[in-house]
């Protein structure tokens, strides 16, 4: 007979199957994957029950994204997060992480206003994202952030970069709509791309850029593991929002997600089923998923 936890008013349950030790992801770590191809697993998580299943199911990296500003308050972009309420999500991302496993590698994103205003700013910000528990921050576009990438990377502080549609300039880029289509577009991506790898960035989430250009920045980037989100199967890693793996939406679903709670028994066995499509290759399916 398996044995049963306590009963709970919501009837018993067979006890867990004890988790396979892991090592925790860190930066060497997440180089050996890069070096032995294999695919870095991201999912954003902007809570601690959430962050403890992901934990549990095996993803590598959680990203507590400035979506929550979309997910979690109902904005309509990503532009009214406050850096307050993304160290208080980080926080909470922590604290689940460290009942499970504690072996995930967590991204606090710097919202915006948060890093534009001087590179002093962005450390005052991004330290305050490392006190909450986060191992690195993520900050969006390469121009002028360059600079900045290179003064918290010399200061201690691990940067994932993002290129490509970035969310918190959605109102100059004219919308959510694909980048690099065109050769000036794809050029200039091409060189942030490396600049941001020369500045010390260790990771670069390159979100709705086409495939192709995806996968050559790739190439291009030995020390900088890129991570797609609608940006084909050729990065080194993947991410997507969490209510859009689990098939949860206010709005329109966008094309590159994929609902895993198809055949899934629940969220654990659907973020399990994203953890495998990704490391064995089998999402994002470019025929269906990217441009
Ligand atoms: O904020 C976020 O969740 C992100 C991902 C979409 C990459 O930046």
Not at 89 to 103: A, F, K, L, M, S
Not at 121 to 131: D, F, I, K, P
Request: hydrophobic content about 40%; proline content about 5%.
């Amino acid at each position: 007979m398996s044995e049963t936890t306590p009963g709970t008013p919501y009837g018993t349950l067979p006890a867990a199957a004890p988790l396979p030790p892991r090592k925790p992801v860190s930066l060497p770590r997440l180089q050996e994957m890069r070096e032995r191809g294999e695919k870095i697993v991201m999912l954003t998580a902007y809570d601690a029950t959430f962050a403890a299943v992901a934990d549990q199911a095996g993803v590598d990296c959680l990203l507590v994204g400035d979506s929550l500003g979309m997910v979690c308050q109902g904005r309509p972009s990503t532009v009214g997060v406050t850096l307050q309420e993304m160290c208080y999500h980080t926080e909470c991302v922590v604290r689940g992480v460290r009942r499970v496993q504690g072996t995930v590698w967590v991204i606090g994103d710097l919202p915006f206003g948060s890093y534009q205003e001087s590179r002093e700013q962005a450390v005052r910000s991004a330290a305050a994202l490392l006190q909450a528990g986060a191992h690195m921050v993520k900050l969006e576009g390469g121009g002028w952030t360059i600079e900045t990438v290179r003064f918290l990377v010399e200061r201690g502080i691990p940067v994932c970069a993002h290129l490509g549609l970035t969310p918190q300039t959605v109102h100059a880029l004219g919308g959510y709509r694909v980048q690099g289509r065109s050769d000036a577009q794809a050029q200039q991506l091409r060189r942030d791309a490396l600049a941001l790898q020369d500045a010390g960035a260790t990771m670069l989430v390159l979100e709705m850029v086409p495939a192709a250009l995806a996968a050559e920045i790739t190439q291009q980037l030995p020390r900088c593991h890129t991570i797609g989100i609608g940006s084909g199967n050729g990065t080194a890693g993947q991410v997507l929002v969490m209510h859009d793996m689990l098939g949860i939406h206010l709005g329109r679903t966008p094309r590159f997600a994929h609902n895993f709670m198809h055949g899934a028994s629940g969220v654990l066995d659907a973020m399990s089923a994203y953890v495998r499509a990704v490391k064995e290759g089998r999402f994002p399916d470019n025929a269906v998923h990217a441009w």
